[in-house]
């Protein structure tokens, strides 16, 4: 049944433009068996898979099914698409089902795998518009083969096969609806404290410019640092609160602080001291020990928006370069926000599935979160329904949050 119908107008597709895909049309002849094969499909057990990169709910690997229709059709499908392409494919063939639902979403990545050489979807959809969202996001790369931005997007329809040939360059994306009325790019928050107020003014102001931060496969958030909040970024970068912190953390954040060094050696007096004092002898100082100069403290920080379709992805190299770090967040977050709308940090052990913290964004409330070299942290995507939050003075659908990373 792995041909098209003869004489459909809407048969193979292939477009070369930023990378090769192919679109083939009722790829499956007979009804009868997309019915069933759907029936089937429906009846496996899905598993509910949720991290940085996506969340959708999959089936076990079919390969190893008895089912006749799906037997019947993925069993000879590598050879099938081994002849469509030309090109000798290994016998390994990875194929699951997945179920996307409302909220669900799958972000910006290449499927770039050692061995892989194609990529595919046979979709198995009711009659679908973009409005639905779940389109297939084909993304343009730049001089530096990262993805920058959408050049094609994909409506699933029944029957219907996309295979693309894996590549660096191969970036796409399924998710809900990218798009938001103009009425909602302007964001306001109401909070308790006076001062806090006077910034969230400041932050709904439609004078404010927000900038896209990206490339796709590494974060999409708004960036901006408006002049009148400049008050509130000098308050949390100045010497007097990093002091603080220090005292909070016992990290040495501040040049005043005292290091291990300084500890260590205020020690050595007190226990000098105190065998002067007791006619002790034999002590000798840690004059030999190897001494190295403190580093100079560091804290780097943004002011961020995070709305419906904000997100930030862990990286291939962020374990290389992490390192020993404090977290500040002081989020400034929207009434009405809710935990399953995403926006949330969450922390991961390198090379684990295992999630070891979720920080929410909580009204005025500062987390601190100290993290070691092992230790990933990404944004949860924010999904479509934070888009039914009431529209009003104190609201418009979106966190704001001070994000600062301190080092010693």
């Known amino acids: ?3 098209t119908r003869p004489g459909r107008p809407s048969g193979p597709a292939l477009d070369c433009h930023h990378f090769p895909h192919c679109i083939i049309r009722n790829l499956i002849q007979s009804d009868s068996f997309t019915e069933n094969l759907q029936r089937e499909l429906l009846d496996l057990n899905f598993h509910e898979k949720s991290n940085d990169l996506y969340k959708f709910n999959q089936s076990d690997d079919l390969k190893k ?3 006749p229709h799906i037997t019947g059709l993925f069993g000879r499908f590598r050879s099938w698409l081994g002849e469509v392409l030309g090109v000798e494919l290994k016998p390994t063939v990875d194929i699951s089902c997945s179920k996307y639902q409302y909220t669900d979403v799958l972000l910006c990545h290449d499927d770039e795998l050692e061995g892989r050489r194609v990529a595919f979807i046979l979709y198995f959809v009711p ?6 969202g779940g389109t297939l996001d084909l993304f343009s790369a730049d001089d530096h083969f990262q993805p920058h931005s959408v050049v094609k997007s994909l409506v699933p329809s029944w029957n219907t096969l996309v295979l693309f040939e894996v590549s660096p360059i191969s970036f796409h994306q399924w998710l809900n609806p990218l798009h938001l009325d103009v009425d909602y790019q302007s964001q306001c928050l109401s909070l308790q404290e006076e001062k806090f107020k006077e910034v969230s003014e400041a932050l709904r102001s439609t004078d404010v410019q927000w900038t896209k931060q990206g490339p796709p496969n590494r974060m999409t958030s708004l960036e901006s640092f408006p002049q009148c909040v ?3 970024w000098a308050l949390l970068l100045s010497e007097a609160f990093l002091l603080l912190l220090s005292n909070f953390t016992g990290l040495r954040l501040h040049y005043l602080s005292p290091s291990d060094e300084d500890k260590e050696e205020e020690k050595d007096q007190e226990d000098e001291q105190e065998r002067e004092a007791t006619g ?3 002590y000798k100082p840690s004059a030999n020990k190897n001494t ?3 580093s100079t403290p560091v804290c780097v920080g943004e002011l961020r928006r995070w709305a419906h379709g904000d997100y930030t992805l862990l990286h291939d190299g962020d374990a290389s370069r992490a390192e020993y770090a404090l977290d500040l967040l002081l989020p400034l977050s929207c009434p009405g926000w809710q935990t399953e709308f995403g926006g949330f940090t969450s922390y991961i052990a390198n090379e684990e599935d295992e999630e070891l913290l979720m920080v929410y964004p909580e009204v005025n409330s500062l987390a601190l979160v100290y993290r070691d070299k092992e230790t990933l942290k990404f944004v949860k995507h924010i999904i479509h329904r934070s888009s039914t939050l009431p529209i009003g003075d ?5 966190v704001y949050d001070f994000s ?3 080092y010693e």
């Open 1 to 3: 049944p792995l041909r």
């Open 65 to 67: 099914r008895k089912e």
């Open 127 to 132: 009659p679908w518009e973009s409005s639905d």
């Open 230 to 232: 400049s008050a509130c």
């Open 280 to 282: 002790s002898s034999g």
């Open 292 to 294: 190295k100069e403190p």
């Open 394 to 398: 104190s609201c418009r659908r979106a």
């Open 404 to 406: 600062f990373v301190c």
